[in-house]
């Protein structure tokens, strides 16, 4: 009889968690995932990256045909909102997807164990009343809301809400008052402004988008600003009471003064994420949290105990699904003795507004920092503006910006505000995992008319020497 029950028990069905369990499956290992959800997929397929994508590219439509987009193309067309109609749409995607996933499941024989798991020991892990034991763990729990103090997410009143609630509104609200000007942030709040709410982001910092490279960031304010987003920089909220359908919330500059008010018919929380750990019972298996709540791993994603491993959300590193994807193959891959490798340095980030904004390797700032001299960077920037494809689609915000090292001119970092700059940035992270210099791209032949051609002109103007400007 064998000693375990299965060889792989992945805890958790999110990105990191599903992928993780079909390439153990895949490699011939006899596998099991716990998920407490009722539908399999994490917060990515359920709540987060699907959902939000559905109501994003929906309210774009919507959008082009209310803000004159479309009518300075040619096409005269009075939008009328269907809201219930589009929840509809969005909930039709999640199902979809978080049954593929159900099936992909079934045909990989991997079973799914539904309940919340706690460890009983390094080996031993409770599924609600079932004990399922394994030689290898996988702990995939991911991440859920940062609740910020003294205000109370209510998702079910629809007043002050986190992510999962901001997807699901019945209305559109009047007013929106977003907390955090990160991703989310901005992403369902352009949701609701293109669907009419005024919408207003209080930003603790004095710029969005923590963690993009800095003109990235001040472009993205102007281009948000221009779309009727008001933007509070510097700003942080002190409280908040609820009377009703209304909230009122008393803010006050980040660096300390006089206090003011600000009502809402909507408030929005969206300060971060934090790592799923309560509950799980790590206690009884002596493995300790670093400061910020997650578990630390190894290159191979092995934790401190042996047999226990993790990946996604719950360990350091940006949260994104397609980083927990990469790294469940990759721990899975390791399992079963072979080489599973993620290179952290080369995880594309994406904020899918109107434009994208997108990004991989190094800031200017952070190439800056790593080299030690300001004269050991250099960047080359092209405008969508003169990108013919981009002009000719009505898409002139925005630009391409190429970070690379001066001396050996390899590549250290793509970052684009454009229309498909998500799409746009997958050809730099490539690029980068080969290994190429700027050269390389400025002369790699790309196809015209797209708006990739403004990558390889970004690259040119590191050279010195773009045509198009
Ligand atoms: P999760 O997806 O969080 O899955 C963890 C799963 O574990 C959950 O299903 C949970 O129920 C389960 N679980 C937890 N504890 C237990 C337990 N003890 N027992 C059993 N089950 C348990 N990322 C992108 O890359 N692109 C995007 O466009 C994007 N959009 C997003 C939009 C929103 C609104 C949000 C909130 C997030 C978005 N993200 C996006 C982030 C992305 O969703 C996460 O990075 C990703 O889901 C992390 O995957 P994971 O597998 O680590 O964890
Ligand atoms: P975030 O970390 O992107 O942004 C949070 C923002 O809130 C920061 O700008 C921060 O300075 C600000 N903030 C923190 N405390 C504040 C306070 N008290 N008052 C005002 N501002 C405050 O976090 P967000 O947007 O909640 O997203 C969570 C995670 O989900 C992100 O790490 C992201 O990786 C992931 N995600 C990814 C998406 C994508 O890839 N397109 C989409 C949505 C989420």
Not at 91 to 120: E, M, P, R, S, Y
Not at 377 to 406: C, I, L
């Amino acid at each position: 009889m064998a000693e375990y029950d299965y060889d792989v028990l992945v805890i958790g069905a999110g990105p990191g968690g599903y992928v993780a369990a079909i390439r153990a499956a895949q490699l011939g290992l006899k596998t099991a995932c716990a998920e407490s959800h009722a539908t399999l997929g994490g917060t990515c397929l359920n709540v987060g990256c699907i959902p939000s994508k559905a109501m994003l590219h929906a309210s774009e439509f919507y959008d082009a045909a209310a803000n004159g987009a479309m009518e300075e193309m040619g096409i005269e067309v009075k939008p009328k909102l269907n809201l219930d109609k589009m929840h509809a749409q969005r909930l039709d995607a999640v199902d979809g997807l978080t049954k593929g996933v159900a099936f992909l499941f079934k045909k990989n024989k991997i079973d799914w164990k539904q309940g919340h798991a706690t460890f009983q020991d390094a080996h031993t892990v409770k599924v609600g009343d079932e004990t399922v034991t394994a030689k290898n763990i996988i702990i995939a729990t991911g991440s859920s809301v940062t609740p910020l103090p003294g205000i109370e997410v209510d998702n079910d009143k629809q007043v002050v809400v986190d992510s999962t609630g901001a997807l699901e509104l019945k209305s559109v609200p009047k007013k929106m008052v977003v907390i955090g000007g990160g991703v989310i942030g901005l992403e369902l709040g352009s949701v609701w402004r293109r669907l009419g709410a005024e919408v207003i982001v209080v930003e603790f910092l004095d710029q969005l988008l923590p963690g993009m490279d800095g003109e990235i960031r001040k472009e993205a304010a102007k281009i948000f600003k221009k779309q009727g987003m008001e933007l509070r920089l510097s700003t942080k909220v002190t409280g908040c009471t609820v009377k009703g359908k209304k909230a009122t919330l008393t803010l006050e500059p980040a660096a300390g003064g006089d206090s003011e008010t600000l009502d809402a018919d909507c408030v929005l929380v969206s300060i971060g994420r934090r790592p799923n750990t309560d509950g799980l019972g790590l206690e009884n298996i002596g493995l300790e949290l670093n400061k910020r709540g997650q578990i630390e791993t190894d290159h191979d994603f092995r934790t401190k105990v042996d047999g226990v491993w993790a990946i996604g959300d719950v360990i350091p590193g940006p949260m994104l699904a397609h980083k927990a994807e990469d790294e469940g193959i990759a721990c899975a891959e390791n399992i079963a003795g072979q080489t599973g490798i993620v290179n952290h340095d080369v995880i594309p980030g994406v904020v899918y507004t109107w434009p994208e904004i997108a990004g991989v390797g190094l800031t200017t700032e952070d190439a800056i920092e790593k080299l030690g001299d300001k004269a050991r960077v250099k960047t080359g920037k092209f405008p969508m503006m003169a990108n013919s494809r981009a002009k000719t689609n009505h898409e002139p915000d925005g630009f391409v910006k190429v970070v690379a090292d001066a001396e050996t001119d390899q590549v250290l970092g793509v970052w684009c505000i454009a229309s498909v700059a998500g799409t746009m940035i997958a050809q730099a992270a490539q690029a980068m995992e080969f290994g190429a210099t700027s050269e390389d791209i400025a002369y790699t032949c790309h196809a015209h008319p797209t708006h990739s051609e403004a990558i390889k002109e970004a690259a040119m103007a590191v050279q010195g020497k773009p045509i198009h400007i």
